[in-house]
């Protein structure tokens, strides 16, 4: 089936500019999770989504940071007023949410974001 | 807070030797520990997760790990790398605490040489 897909693949954009990352998790998913990856460096967690419960933004590093989740569908990370050091790998993941609570996530291809 | 260290930045190999990346972890509460692999220009994909039960996890592609709570750690190892093997590797942990807010080791580049 398909897997968790994100656009763009890569985003250039000016210092200053607001940006639009989209991730669109496996169907029936109910978890969502985004996070940074700086180059030459780990992940780094920002928000999670379960289900319709608040989101855990405690990752978010400034108020410049924002998430959306429509239902349990796709997912827009927002970053207004770009800087330098937002240059980084934006990774989603997905998964289901098992009574366990543990869950395998399934990674997208990540969109390169490149701020001039 | 829970934390995931990854002491190697690269681990250097020969085909058919065996391989280890170590992972400890600090966490209060009952840990989750997963590894991760990425593979160049692609996502990051599942090799295998700990939960409960038997310590000893085995996972995809002839990895295994086992889970030491005395010594809060995690490795990985395979007995016998391949070239195929070389990839950076993550390893992670979660609480039921703070479900949902994965910890991520630095990660592990493993270079396997034929």
């Known amino acids: 089936g398909a897997g968790v897909s994100q656009s763009p693949s890569n985003k250039v954009t000016e210092k200053g500019k607001d940006v639009e990352l989209r991730c669109d998790p496996i169907s029936g998913h109910t978890a969502l999770y985004w996070y940074r990856q700086r180059l030459g460096q780990g992940l780094e967690f920002l928000i999670y989504f379960q289900g319709n419960s608040a989101p855990d933004k405690s990752g978010l590093p400034s108020d410049r940071f924002s998430a959306e989740r429509t239902g349990e569908s796709v997912s827009t990370l927002t970053i207004q007023r770009t800087q330098q050091e937002d240059s980084a790998v934006y990774l989603c993941?997905?998964?289901?949410?098992?009574?366990?609570?543990?869950?395998?996530?399934?990674f997208g291809p990540g969109t390169r974001l490149t701020v001039l | 807070a829970q934390s995931v260290a990854q002491p190697e930045d690269q681990v250097n190999v020969a085909e058919g030797n065996p391989l280890t990346v170590k992972c400890t972890y600090s966490v209060s509460g009952n840990p989750y520990l997963f590894w991760y692999v990425q593979y160049p220009n692609r996502g990051l994909q599942f090799l295998l997760k700990y939960i409960t039960g038997d310590n000893l996890v085995k996972g995809s592609y002839g990895f295994e790990a086992e889970f030491n709570k005395s010594q809060t750690s995690f490795h990985l190892k395979k007995p016998s790398a391949l070239v195929s093997d070389s990839a950076l590797y993550f390893c992670a942990v979660v609480t039921t605490d703070s479900w949902g807010k994965f910890q991520f080791g630095a990660g592990t580049q493993v270079v396997v040489t034929p």
């Open positions: 993941a997905s998964s289901t949410r098992t009574s366990a609570g543990t869950d395998t996530q399934y």
